[in-house]
């Protein structure tokens, strides 16, 4: 059974082969068994090029490098707080979706249309922009998680998207864009479109294994 590293080096095949990043446009981590430290992909990694060798194992507490690539991502102060910040989050996905940067850069909210869209994604939070890289952006970015969002705009810049699971953080990402897609669309027709219910009696927090998971 492929275990979370495995996992995310198809995550990154997967989402460089969609389009919904180009390349090297973010990176990828996953909380090691004993959740002290996380496997990160390494800096200057192409997301659709990654082996095991590609990941870092750092610490969580302090940053330290423990095994594998030697030089983790310029980001990972980002993943770094955000696990600090939730405990119960397992993997953080970091990319550059083109049109969820857009519509956030030109003041408009992501809305959630679809049943997928509330189901995964839940809230879209943003941050202001911070120069990549910085623990200022890592600081604030964890900030607006702490209370169990999962789904943040880094404005000018990216998303960072939390989860419990590989496969849910992915599923995630890509609702998250396609609700970007979906709120483009509507204001291209030039109406508000109505958001899909999420009354929390009949929205538990999303797990990839709920029962209840849409298909
Ligand atoms: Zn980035």
Redesign the pocket.
Known sequence: MPDAVDQLIEVGRKVVATGLVVGS???LSARSPDGDACWITGAGTWLDELDRSAFSLVRIGDGAVLSGHPEPST?VLLHLRSFQARPDAKVLI?L?PQLSVLLDAMGHRIRLVTTDHAFYVQEVRRVPWYR?GTEDLARAAAAVVADGCNCVI?AH??CSVLADSVELAHKRVLNLEEAARATHAALLLGEEVPECPRPPQVWPAARASAPVSPS
Do not use: A, F
């Open positions: 446009g973010g990176n980001e970091h550059h990549p880094l810049h990216g």
